[in-house]
């Protein structure tokens, strides 16, 4: 089984500022791999697919990159509304999915 | 606009079966493009996938819920479901069902809280 670990755990900054959220996977993942947004008492959702592709209606602010194993989720300049907590996931093995921990985004 | 609606009981007791069911509305589930999955996440915890199925009725599971997961499609209500057999404490959790989009779930229910409890 592939494992997804994201670092880091909480990550305090402040609006305005840029955030960097890592995802490293214990085995290759080729571009199979997508970022969620969950805020509390809500669904996750969809924020970039296949590494580098923004789901439909997300913001330009948000932004994927990486290949492999190590991958980056950036949003440029942070709204009030991206604080939440961000989860990573990944569909190299179809048909099985693995999430990764999540990392806590929260205002300093 | 596609969604996807859980219902089923918000409480099932130890060692009995959690029985849930997704109404997809605004789009097919019979759609060739798609599967439609289950995913769990336990309070304060992290997201599990649990199985996913295609309309015809293939399902694939997760590894470490196979033995105690069912799912099954009507298409002619357009719902999917899920059934967790021999529920224990550790199966507590919201549970949703999503659509996969290729290698992504791209649409999400609200989610429907199960607690296990006698």
């Known amino acids: 089984e592939i494992v997804l670990t994201q670092s880091p755990a909480t990550l305090s900054l402040s609006p305005g500022e840029r955030a960097t959220l890592s995802c490293r996977a214990s085995?290759?993942?080729?571009?199979?791999l997508a970022w969620y947004q969950q805020k509390p008492g809500q669904a996750p959702r969809l924020l970039i697919y296949?590494?580098?592709n923004r789901a439909t209606d997300i913001p330009a602010r948000f932004s994927g990159s990486g290949s492999g194993t190590d991958f980056t989720l950036t949003i440029s300049s942070l709204e009030p509304e991206d604080f939440a907590v961000y989860f990573c996931?990944?569909?190299?093995?179809?048909?099985?999915?693995?999430f990764g921990q999540g990392t806590k985004l929260e205002i300093k | 606009q596609l969604q996807l609606q859980e219902s089923g009981p918000g409480l099932v007791k130890p060692s009995e079966t959690l029985s849930l069911t997704c109404t997809v509305s605004?789009?097919?589930?019979?759609?060739?493009?798609?599967?439609w999955g289950w995913i769990r996440q336990a309070p304060g915890k992290g997201l599990e996938w649990i199985g996913s199925?295609?309309?015809?009725?293939?399902?694939y599971y997760s590894a470490s819920l196979k033995s105690r997961v069912t799912m099954s499609v009507d298409t002619s209500t357009n719902q999917f479901s899920l059934s967790l057999r021999s529920v224990t404490a550790a199966d507590a959790a919201v549970y949703y069902c999503?659509?996969?989009?290729?290698?992504?779930?791209?649409?999400w229910g609200q989610g429907t809280l199960v607690a296990v409890s006698s």
């Open positions: 999503a659509r996969e989009g290729g290698s992504s779930l791209d649409y």
């Open positions: 605004g789009g097919s589930i019979s759609s060739r493009s798609f599967h």
């Open positions: 199925i295609y309309y015809s009725g293939s399902t």
């Open positions: 085995q290759s993942v080729s571009k199979y």
């Open positions: 296949d590494t580098s």
């Open positions: 996931q990944q569909r190299k093995n179809w048909p099985l999915y693995t």
